[in-house]
């Protein structure tokens, strides 16, 4: 089967984003090597907007991301919704977070985990191998969850790695507590269920297609509640619908696994969790990245499974909600 390439798709998507930066509140900046950098809240506001087509770029054009007052939750009826007919290929191939990255000069360090497009270029995590697949470009984009400008050596790395010029290289870097990054963070709904899915085993290429929701969560001050708050949005709130193509038996034993109540670690907002990791997420159980509600249909039988439950009461503890 031809697979289409994750960085020809989302190349149209960063020019736009970039032509429209101005009316999405981004900032534009070419580095001395080249490298464009489009800051989605660092030094300026950002936006709603700005984040979801962010979060098409991370799917790498391989989905559709739309804001809507329509979901689970009444009290906060703002909700992400993420489709994509390529659920394998847009949430491991290019939106997880999987590339570490990292620089260490003049007595600083900085550190980051590296999502879209640019991922199937470099190739450096054992996923690809698995995924069977390789994307060939000569321009390519990376996202990163940071509130600071990654250092020149380490975007000349960046790009090195991808076999691509420092001219031909994107970065967008959107901070936990701004609303592109609440908006980029609450899109993997979809991401974590797929990913769960591989941790547990599941066959791949039996999910055929999938999409997910969840509530956006409010702004947050300070990076902890941000990130607390994200997490707790999917954990707590996210549904997901995965159509699969295998047997009963396999589709409801992975719809009864994926839930995040289905980890030793479920039960409290993900801040007071990872503060008792003493802010290790190493610690924390891995399988406890998963959404909240989950239904499967196999396609073959017309049969589906469903398993998790909404907590609403913990999602407005975390969000904040008052009278």
Not at 157 to 182: F, H, M, N, W, Y
Not at 251 to 261: D, I
């Amino acid at each position: 089967m031809n697979r289409p390439s994750v960085n020809a798709l989302t190349d149209p998507l960063v020019q736009s984003l970039v032509t429209d930066a101005d009316n999405l509140r981004l900032g534009i900046e070419r580095l001395e090597n080249g490298c464009l950098v489009v800051d989605a809240g660092i030094n300026v506001d950002g936006g709603l907007e700005a984040g979801r087509r962010i979060a098409e770029i991370c799917l790498g054009g391989l989905g559709r991301v739309s804001l809507s007052g329509s979901g689970p939750v009444d009290t906060w009826p703002v909700s992400v919704h993420v489709h994509t007919a390529d659920p394998v290929l847009a949430c491991l191939g290019s939106q997880y977070a999987g590339w570490s990255l990292s620089h260490k000069g003049d007595g600083k360090s900085f550190h980051a985990l590296g999502s879209g497009p640019g991922r199937a270029l470099a190739l450096k995590e054992p996923l690809f191998k698995e995924l069977g697949y390789k994307d060939d470009a000569d321009q390519t984009c990376l996202v990163m969850e940071v509130d600071k400008v990654p250092p020149l050596p380490l975007t000349e790395k960046i790009a090195r790695e991808c076999g691509v010029d420092c001219e031909a290289l994107t970065l967008i870097l959107t901070p936990t507590s701004s609303l592109a990054g609440t908006v980029q963070i609450v899109a993997r709904v979809l991401e974590v269920a797929m990913h769960k899915s591989h941790e547990l085993g599941f066959d791949l290429h039996a999910i055929r297609d999938g999409l997910g929701s969840a509530p956006l969560p409010p702004p947050a001050p300070d990076f902890l509640t941000a990130m607390g708050r994200t997490n707790d949005a999917i954990l707590f709130a996210g549904q997901v619908q995965l159509y699969v193509s295998c047997e009963d038996g396999a589709a409801q034993q992975l719809c009864h696994a994926l839930p995040s109540s289905a980890s030793r670690d479920y039960g409290r907002p993900f801040g007071e969790i990872f503060k008792a990791y003493e802010y290790d997420f190493f610690k924390i159980d891995p399988l406890l990245f998963s959404p909240a509600q989950v239904k499967v249909s196999v396609l073959s039988s017309g049969k589906s499974f469903s398993a998790g439950n909404l907590e609403i009461s913990m999602l407005e503890a975390s969000f904040g909600a008052g009278s």
